[in-house]
């Protein structure tokens, strides 16, 4: 083979110098040379029958370049069935000798990182738990009730909350004012669903009264034909409506709510969906430990070409939202004043995160010997198909990063849930979910 001083590097890749010479070296040119002159004949040989040396001097330096490949990637292939390496980079060659006497170069490239053995089934994860209180059922009726106010007309001043009915004309910087519905128009005061500062001119006036306002606009307002401009409007108030909460009792609960006679009923449906929401939660917090665990025991070096890989994953999906909006990806990014740059540079840490809980999957699969039944790639591009309304399956799998990606994807699902089901679960009870409590891990 002609490969010496294997080494693993720091980085997560191996280094090794290859070496052919005399007849080793003369044998591969010899191969490169004869398949040269089958695709162009030199001048006076017969096909394959000219020296390496006469080729050369016909072709020049692709001829050695030729070899060079061949040779290299047979090497390369050959360290890898032997040490059971799997790369994930390019070949990096540095030539110190490429001529018709001999080769001598230094190849390296990342390999797929190796981790050591651990029990992902002795792994203690903590699971955040949250049971729903007396409180919380109060809290969420409360809220339901607030969202389906009585809405009636009241003869008094408008004040933040009502719900007012008014007709607006006028001019902006000078110009008249079209607005798309001048002749009427109700809103919630205090949510500022029309011009900034309104509501607040309104506030004190009573229906059938006219006012004059003058309004300035934000420079970031959301309609850019008025933004950073003055508006100066006459308003007539139409009408005034108080938004009054009503008692939530047996008669409104029999009237208003679906599969539900009374309070008590109404109390606990509103609590199994609470519950619902709570046990959803805690499975997503659950799910992050989980990984937060296994990531603990990928210690090794992470090759960058891993890592750019998930950068550009992210990359790719903030691609699929630029077009979505019908928006340039850098556009996208402009509104939030960064750079793709920045993007990449933020994203970094998740990716490197993704990777390694890929890697530690991987083990948990290779270790289990878990293979995808020959039908499950097909079912998941076709859900996907329904769900994201693709044309076509071909689509679908282009939309899902191609056979190999999907493959793995389901690998991966199959690996967590194995230590979903095996680790030992640490129940934690938790007053919210709004912060993550840290998983652990022990082996």
Not at 281 to 303: G, Y
């Amino acid at each position: 083979m002609g490969v010496k001083d294997l080494k693993k590097l720091e980085d997560g890749s191996v280094s090794y110098v290859v070496t052919k010479e005399g007849a080793d070296w003369q044998a591969a040119l010899n191969k490169v040379s004869v398949e040269m002159q089958k695709q162009k004949p030199i001048q006076g040989y017969r096909p394959g029958k000219a020296s390496p040396e006469i080729t050369y001097q016909t072709y020049g330096k692709p001829m050695i370049d030729q070899a060079v490949t061949e040779v290299l990637a047979d090497a390369m292939t050959e360290v890898c069935a032997e040490h059971d390496y799997f790369p994930v980079s390019n070949q990096n060659i540095q030539l110190d000798q490429a001529d018709l006497k001999a080769l001598n170069a230094t190849v390296s490239f990342a390999i797929y990182p190796e981790i050591d053995d651990f029990d992902y089934t002795a792994m203690e994860v903590e699971k955040p738990v949250k049971p729903v209180t007396e409180q919380d059922v109060d809290d969420a009726i409360n809220r339901y009730m607030k969202a389906r106010p009585w809405v009636h007309e009241v003869e008094r001043a408008a004040q933040i909350g009502d719900v007012v009915e008014a007709s607006f004309n006028g001019t902006c910087e000078g110009q008249p004012f079209e607005y798309d519905h001048s002749d009427k128009t109700r809103f919630i005061m205090g949510r500022e669903t029309l011009f900034t500062g309104l509501d607040e001119k309104l506030v004190g006036y009573s229906a059938g009264d006219d006012l004059d306002v003058s309004l300035t606009m934000p420079a970031n307002f959301r309609r850019e034909s008025i933004a950073g401009k003055t508006l100066d409007l006459h308003v007539h108030l139409i009408s005034v409506n108080a938004r009054d909460v009503l008692e939530c009792t047996d008669e409104f609960v029999k009237e208003k709510v679906k599969d539900c006679d009374t309070v008590a009923a109404f109390r606990e449906k509103q609590r199994a969906r609470l519950q619902k929401q709570n046990d959803q939660k805690s499975d997503r917090a659950f799910e992050r430990n989980i990984q937060d665990a296994l990531v603990s025991h990928v210690t090794c070096p992470i090759p960058e070409s891993m890592i750019s890989v998930g950068v550009n994953n992210y990359v790719r999906a903030l691609q699929q939202m630029s077009m979505q909006q019908g928006i340039s990806v850098s556009q996208l990014l402009k509104q939030e004043g960064k750079t793709l740059a920045d993007f990449k540079r933020e994203v970094r840490p998740s990716a490197v995160k993704q990777v390694k809980v890929s890697i530690a999957l991987d083990y948990v699969m290779r270790k289990e010997q878990f293979e995808v039944p020959k039908d499950a790639v097909e079912k998941q591009v076709n859900t996907y198909m329904k769900r994201a309304r693709k044309s076509s399956y071909e689509a679908a799998l282009k939309a899902l990063g191609g056979e190999e990606e999907v493959e793995e994807k389901l690998k991966n699902d199959m690996a967590i849930d194995f230590v979903r089901t095996h680790c030992k679960v640490v129940e934690v009870e938790v007053d919210s979910f709004t912060s993550k409590p840290a998983a652990t891990s022990t082996t």
